[in-house]
């Protein structure tokens, strides 16, 4: 299940961004999908998942200011990235999981600066 990640970019303090994550395969569209994040020196944390029926779940520190969404018909999740804070800077990880099943995507940088 190739994972291809896209949308990250540079924008300033208070800008948004919409990662998109598209994902190959027929059962797709019954996997939990989501975002993880990594900054320099530190380790990989979640940020915000969707089930297949479209259940959300989000990290405290993105709630109100994220929206993880999916379309089915396309086998794509996204994250709508709202009133971006530096520490949102770091490379964004789709992520897939369906059974026992694990897949990553390659990362995609957001770098929030001034």
């Known amino acids: 299940v190739p994972l291809q990640a896209s949308g990250g970019g540079s924008v300033q303090p208070g800008g948004s961004l919409r990662l998109s994550c598209v994902g190959s395969?027929?059962?797709?569209?019954?996997?939990?999908m989501g975002w993880y994040r990594q900054a320099p020196g530190r380790q990989r944390e979640f940020v915000a998942t969707i089930s297949g029926r479209g259940s959300t779940n989000y990290a405290d520190s993105v709630k109100g200011r994220f929206t993880i969404s999916r379309d089915n018909a396309k086998n794509t999740i996204y994250l709508q990235m709202n009133t971006l804070k530096p520490e949102d800077t770091a490379l964004y990880y789709c992520?897939?999981?369906?059974?026992?099943?694990?897949?990553w995507g390659q990362g995609t940088l957001v770098t929030v600066s001034s």
């Open positions: 395969g027929s059962d797709v569209r019954f996997a939990v």
């Open positions: 992520n897939l999981v369906i059974g026992a099943l694990n897949f």
